[in-house]
């Protein structure tokens, strides 16, 4: 089995401005800086003959490039502790349209829906236990954080393989955006 999910990669000067928030919480187990990414799409586990599949049916998405912008954080909880801290994205149309054609090309292709929300973050800190309060002065230092917006070129299916300190993000397909001649159907 292979554990797949989709994303975005952080050019190396966002990485710079992530890496400067990832401090001040003693608790949390902060992301190695080469692991930053904007998960658009987590797989899990396919037997490895359908990674192809897989693969070939992202390389059929569509969507042009786009600029975003890193923006703010912010954190989430589940059983009242905070599991995670995060960097936000400034709202970006594009990145949801991107975001849905993944979605559509996976489910065409018999993946189990994911149900969930997309809400676009990228994790910076992880954290098996901590009540909200006890993150409200990083939450509360770093709300204005805004690094220079960059043009998404592309997006990435990896492979995740959870070593033990840390895991390990292998890129399997890159996949280009391009821009869109007029006629070209769209997906
Ligand atoms: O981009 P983030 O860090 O939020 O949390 C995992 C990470 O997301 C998420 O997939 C991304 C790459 O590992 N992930 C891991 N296991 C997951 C699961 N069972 C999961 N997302 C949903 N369900």
Not at 12 to 32: I, P
Not at 84 to 92: D, F, Q, Y
Not at 94 to 115: A, F, K, W
Not at 124 to 133: A, D, N, T, V, Y
Request: aromatic share 8%; proline share 8%; net charge neutral.
């Amino acid at each position: 089995m292979i554990r797949l999910f989709v994303a975005i990669p952080i050019p190396h000067e966002q990485r710079q401005r992530l890496k400067s928030l990832c401090n001040g919480v003693r608790e949390a187990r902060w992301t190695n800086e080469e692991n930053f990414h904007l998960t658009l799409r987590f797989i899990g586990e396919v037997e490895e003959p359908e990674l192809d599949n897989v693969s070939a049916a992202l390389s059929m998405v569509r969507s042009e490039p786009f600029e975003m912008t890193l923006s703010g954080v912010g954190h989430f909880e589940s059983r009242k502790r905070v599991r995670s801290l995060w960097a936000g994205v400034m709202p970006c149309l594009p990145l949801t349209v991107l975001q849905e054609r993944i979605e559509s090309v996976l489910s065409r292709n018999g993946l189990p829906p994911d149900g969930r929300k997309f809400s676009p973050h990228i994790t910076l800190g992880r954290m098996k236990q901590g009540s909200p309060e006890y993150v409200r002065d990083w939450l509360e230092g770093n709300g204005v954080f805004r690094a220079p917006p960059f043009v998404v070129e592309s997006f990435t299916l990896f492979e995740s393989y959870r070593a033990q300190t840390s895991a390990i993000y292998t890129p399997l397909n890159e996949i280009p955006l391009v821009p869109q001649k007029v006629n070209e159907e769209i997906l």
